[in-house]
């Protein structure tokens, strides 16, 4: 059975930061296609970031204010939140699927539970 959870969400004020990891069982990180969407309110599910063993690609609303990262031997999947906006309020959840390359694009076999991230002053 395969388990991935999210946690690091909270309310933060515009500019400041956010880590969330997502940990993973029933699978190895780094054999899989990972990534990041995030669903705000009345808005469809969008990706974030994503990476696999080749390449790390970003949304462009989030390109160097957001940072996807792996730690193979703790099996969790990281992403760093910086200088974030009131835009970047959402439900952020984790993938994975079961390729070992993304192919251009975002995983969607697994997901997590969800944790939630409010920027606001």
């Known amino acids: 059975l395969v388990q991935l959870v999210e946690s690091g969400g909270g309310s933060v004020q515009p500019g400041g930061s956010l880590r969330l990891s997502c940990a993973a069982s029933g699978l190895t990180y780094s054999r899989y296609c990972l990534g990041w969407f995030r669903q705000a309110p009345g808005k469809e599910r969008e990706g974030v970031a994503r990476i696999d063993r080749s390449s790390t690609n970003y949304a462009d609303s989030v390109k160097g204010r957001f940072t996807i990262s792996l730690d193979n031997a703790k099996n969790t999947l990281y992403l760093q939140m910086n200088s974030l906006k009131p835009e970047d309020t959402a439900m952020y959840y984790c993938?994975?699927?079961?390729?070992?390359?993304?192919?251009?694009?975002?995983?969607?076999?697994?997901y997590g539970q969800g944790t939630q991230v409010t920027v606001s002053s």
């Open positions: 993938a994975a699927n079961s390729l070992l390359y993304c192919f251009g694009q975002y995983p969607r076999d697994y």
